[in-house]
């Protein structure tokens, strides 16, 4: 989290604050409980600093080579945090696409990535298939998605708990950002992308009929708050920002 706010130009106290905060936040704190998911969020600022490449850098939006490290030594450690991950690049890379004049060197790019990814992580995602098409006793568990998404309260900040200070905090942020829309592309991007990520991964989101009609989602999504590992360093990064500013 230092280092990708860092990169970000915000100012080194107000990273070192952030990295702090990030130690003790949502997902990255269930490494206390050896949830290997931690292990993917630790790492997930790595991965978000690819969203600064996307949006600040007209000329080549992709950094392939560097995008295809982290996704894959993220998926070495927690195949579905590179999933999680790679849905919230979907947005950036939209915009990115439409704001480059290097629209062909993008995609060639993108398919760079891809390829070397699919390639240094085959050693997952080949065992996998050679375990799934044969596996009849052991299947993924099933979870209820309703009761695993998001949650806010006053001293549990772990896993899927969010304290009510740092709902305060996000207030905040979308207040500034609301009122400073034309200050940082940037700012707003990461702030309104990761506030509807963890809409979607709350009790907003009618989870229980979802789940009536894709039961599938039990035993593949699983629990919806791990869409925020993305999210979470995104909106702590919009808050350095904001500092900063």
């Known amino acids: 989290m230092y280092r990708l706010a860092l990169k970000a130009n915000v100012d080194e106290v107000i990273t070192i604050l952030l990295a702090l ?8 704190a ?3 409980r050896f949830n290997f998911m931690a292990w993917g969020a630790a790492l997930a600022p790595y991965a978000m600093m690819q969203v600064l490449y996307m949006i600040n850098d007209e000329r080549k939006p992709i950094h392939w080579l560097s995008l295809a490290l982290i996704m894959s030594l993220i998926a070495q450690v927690h195949l579905l945090s590179t999933v999680y991950i790679a849905c919230t690049f979907v947005p950036f890379a939209i915009y990115a696409l439409v704001k480059t004049s290097a629209k062909k060197q993008m995609i060639i790019d993108f398919f760079k990535a891809l390829g070397t990814t699919l390639v240094l992580t085959a050693n997952v995602w080949g065992g996998l298939l050679v375990l799934y098409s044969h596996n009849k006793i052991s299947l993924p568990n099933q979870y ?4 695993h998404v998001v949650k806010y309260k006053k001293f549990i900040n772990l896993h899927g708990f969010s304290l009510i200070s740092m709902v305060l905090l996000l207030v905040f942020q979308l207040i500034y950002v609301l009122t400073h829309l ?3 592309v940037l700012n707003t991007m990461v702030t309104i992308i990761a506030l509807v990520i963890l ?3 709350s009790s907003l989101m009618p989870w229980a009929q979802i789940q009536a ?12 708050y791990r869409l925020a590992v993305g999210a979470s360093p995104l909106i702590l990064l919009g808050v350095g920002i904001s500092m900063t500013n």
Not at 21 to 28: D, K, M, P, T
Not at 213 to 224: A, G, V, Y
């Open 199 to 201: 809409l979607l991964a």
């Open 144 to 147: 209820n998605l309703y009761y």
């Open 182 to 184: 034309r200050e940082s």
């Open 213 to 224: 009609h894709f039961p599938s989602l039990k035993s593949s999504l699983q629990i919806p």
């Open 21 to 28: 905060i990030y130690l003790q936040f949502g997902i990255v």
């Open 30 to 32: 269930g490494v206390l």
